[in-house]
């Protein structure tokens, strides 16, 4: 464990470390830019303390922290805690979440999540078919029947008309 | 008397029983399965609340928070893997003494400390939440601003050891919080043109996202087919005798106490509770030479600590309406989406539902005792399901949560990229905690900024005036400058 947070963290954190501290000084460069944007009358007259007053403040603070933050990440002695690296699996995970996300208006919740109660443990390694169906099966009906039938949480249907 | 009558009769309904009895056991599950925790918990029972009368949902939610807290405990003594943060330090005690064959009798001492830790706090929070109430009543505007902005940099100056970090993450609350319809002057902020953004960005979508979501996909990176074996997963629960008890009164009465001080300031928690419970305890016990080869003091310590923090965390939130940590500000959503309106003018004008949440709290402590006295083994057997097939089932729900708050499938997508710029962001040790306590406080701080200036005349000197505010102003001057003298003194 000693050996491990001795030893440098590897490159590629480092580099998606600098690149993310980049990316949040980035927009929010862009976001103090469009505080001197077009504002109602009303917001002028309002003795200069408009709708970008507050963001104005918070997002000058942000930018010296974030000074701060790129002194920081791009210093030798990178003070990196996570030595956690992404894997092909977890964006897998990720695209199937984008997937599911999308399918939802589409297909409805109810087939939408049987479908992907099926497709994560089946792409996370599992291979007992039938315990995952049954499992998808079940818990996304009793999931959807409790929202949509006992809490009234109206839940999006699919395009079949055919009562889910 | 007549309120707490009217607060017992609004709790004794079979609905918020079956709520405070359902809540404690998902708490316990959820507090069982490593790396979930209280937020996580929370999220997954939130979309049930959205139907709910009040005090069921407020009961469920209580239940699921202090289930939640106690179950962590039970994987850190059987399999030294805690199943919380806050149960980290009873695995140093409870791991031994588990190893030594009395695995049930160190769930005795636990679920026993746990339950009392987290009724003493209820009595902090009974003390201390009308006269906390009662102090707010004095704040203007510019108390307010300066307590935000003091919650905001202890939430951030505290992350983690990521001061840097935390205070980005802060500003990306804050900022968050800011896009849609200005308050004040009704002008539309940073909507590029989207009709979805000008309502701005829902807490629950991103608390999902941010929490939830990105906890499922980087579990993904610690995936390993390794179950305990079964043998490991039998326990019991037997109670310690009362003789034992009567030696350890003192360490229960003083980690209860450590819990729910450390409970009611801003950006601490249970797990930062619990460790200073435990080294308080190891300094001060008359067994010192025990401690890690399973002492029971240890273990009380720890238990009491991290519970008594349950209720007095909820002190702040609900006399002021400015949460401590993460899970109060789920609890603090949530109380908003039921039409609560956290300050003092809910002691003034609700005191039958405050009296209704002191009495939930009791409650659910009480059953939290039947629940690990009863059913340690059971909960156990949950480890078993396996984590590809939990994975999925969790994602389910947690869309459901963002999706049920205001029936928009747009929100599933403010969590799906929460979610990823969560994973993004905890891979590189930004703290997430601060990116919700700005969304919550950002609202406030603006507001109460901006009356300030109006009662000021817009001279914000006139804000060190106050002396609530000064003393508020100095202190957040000095959590910001504590790290740069800390590390000097440590040059020296």
């Known amino acids: ?164 | 008397m007549d309120l707490i009558l009217l607060a017992a009769g609004q709790i004794a309904t079979p609905l918020t029983l079956f709520c405070i009895v359902i809540g404690t056991v998902v708490g316990v599950v959820v507090g069982v399965l490593p790396g979930l925790g209280s937020v996580i918990g929370l999220t997954m029972v939130l979309p049930f609340t959205f139907s709910m009368p009040q005090i069921p949902s407020i009961a469920l939610m209580l239940g699921v928070y202090c289930g939640s807290v106690y179950g962590g405990s039970i994987t850190a003594i059987i399999l030294n893997t805690p199943g919380t943060p806050q149960a980290a330090a009873t695995a140093l005690e409870g791991y031994p003494m588990a190893r030594r064959g009395d695995a049930d009798l160190a769930l005795g001492w636990v679920t026993t400390a746990s339950t009392l830790g987290g009724l003493f706090s209820v009595l902090v929070f009974i003390l201390a939440g009308p006269w906390l109430a009662r102090l707010s009543l004095q704040f203007t505007p510019i108390e307010y601003f300066a307590l935000g902005v003091f919650a905001m940099t202890c939430i951030a100056g505290v992350s983690s050891g990521q001061m840097t970090k935390g205070l980005v993450s802060g500003g990306i609350g804050l900022m968050l919080a800011s896009i849609g319809v200005d308050p004040v002057t009704g002008d539309m902020r940073y909507t590029f043109g989207s009709f979805q953004l000008s309502a701005g960005i829902a807490l629950i979508p991103v608390i999902v996202g941010v929490f939830a979501y990105s906890e499922m996909f980087l579990r993904v990176l610690d995936l390993s087919g390794d179950k305990p074996a079964p043998e490991e997963m039998r326990v019991g629960f037997r109670m310690p005798p009362f003789k034992h008890w009567r030696m350890r009164l003192g360490m229960l009465l003083r980690g209860s106490m450590i819990g729910s001080f450390v409970g009611a300031l801003p950006g601490t928690g249970a797990a930062t509770a619990a460790f200073i419970a435990y080294s308080e305890a190891r300094r001060t016990s008359k067994r010192q030479a025990n401690f890690g080869k399973g002492e029971p003091d240890g273990l009380v310590a720890c238990e009491a600590s991290n519970n008594a923090v349950t209720g007095s965390a909820l002190v702040p939130t609900l006399a002021l309406g400015i949460p401590g940590d993460p899970v109060t500000a789920v609890m603090l959503g949530a109380l908003v989406i039921q039409g609560v309106v956290p300050g003092p003018q809910l002691f003034a004008n609700n005191l039958d539902l405050v009296y209704a949440i002191f009495l939930c709290l009791i409650l659910v402590n009480l059953v939290m005792f039947a629940t690990g006295a009863l059913g340690a083994q059971l909960f156990t057997r949950i480890l078993r399901i396996p984590e590809p097939i939990l994975i999925g089932l969790i994602l389910i729900i947690s869309t459901v949560g963002a999706y049920g708050v205001n029936g928009s499938t747009f929100d599933i997508w403010v969590a799906f990229a929460a979610g990823v710029a969560g994973a993004v962001l905890r891979c590189l040790s930004y703290p997430l905690a601060p990116i919700v306590i700005g969304m919550v406080l950002g609202p406030t701080i603006e507001m109460s900024l901006r009356q300030g200036l109006i009662l000021t005349d817009g001279n914000i000197l006139e804000f060190l005036a106050r002396p609530i505010a000064t003393v508020l102003f100095l202190l957040t001057v000095a959590i910001l400058t504590w790290p740069l003298i800390r590390d000097r003194l440590v040059r020296r």
């Open chain 1, 1 to 164: 464990m000693a050996e491990e947070s001795a030893a440098p963290p590897p490159r590629a954190t480092v580099i998606t470390d600098r690149a993310v501290a980049l990316v949040i000084v980035a927009v929010t460069a862009v976001f103090f830019v469009l505080t001197f944007g077009e504002v109602s009358a009303f917001a002028r007259a309002s003795a200069g303390r408009g709708p970008y007053f507050f963001p104005r403040v918070v997002l000058v603070l942000l930018l010296i922290v974030e000074t701060v933050l790129l002194f920081s990440v791009f210093s030798p002695r990178h003070p990196m805690v996570s030595r956690r690296l992404p894997s092909l699996r977890m964006g897998l995970l990720i695209a199937a979440t984008a997937a599911y996300c999308a399918l939802i208006p589409l297909a409805g919740f109810l087939i939408a999540s049987v479908i992907f109660g099926i497709f994560v443990p089946v792409l996370l390694g599992r291979r007992d078919y039938g315990v995952i169906v049954a499992v998808a099966l079940v818990y996304s009906t009793a999931v959807w029947w409790l929202f949509e039938r006992v809490f009234l949480i109206i839940l999006p249907a699919s395009p079949f008309d055919i009562g889910f």
